[in-house]
């Protein structure tokens, strides 16, 4: 029967370091997988899409004035205006 040796203290400790690197590696892995997570969730339905911002329909003078007298557009109540 073979004998086994207690493990010297050089021993352990190599041994504790090599197990801490394997754990702290798997740390970083998931640490960053969790990371790209997060950041898919908080893009939403836009990650790794291109996003187009249409900037608000200008209207001319002219068309603004032919909806002003057709009674569309109401200057006063849209600048939240009062005469009373």
């Known amino acids: 029967m073979e004998e086994t040796k207690p493990l010297t203290d050089l021993e352990k400790l190599k041994s504790d370091n090599e197990a801490f690197e394997k754990e702290l590696l798997r740390a970083r892995e998931m640490r960053a997988e969790k990371q790209k997570i997060d950041a898919e969730l908080l893009l939403g339905s836009t990650a790794g899409q291109p ?31 009062s005469i009373n």
């Open 51 to 81: 996003v187009k911002i249409e900037p608000p329909k200008q209207i001319s003078n002219i068309e603004y004035a032919n909806k002003l007298m057709k009674g569309e557009v109401n200057p006063l109540k849209e600048d939240d205006i």
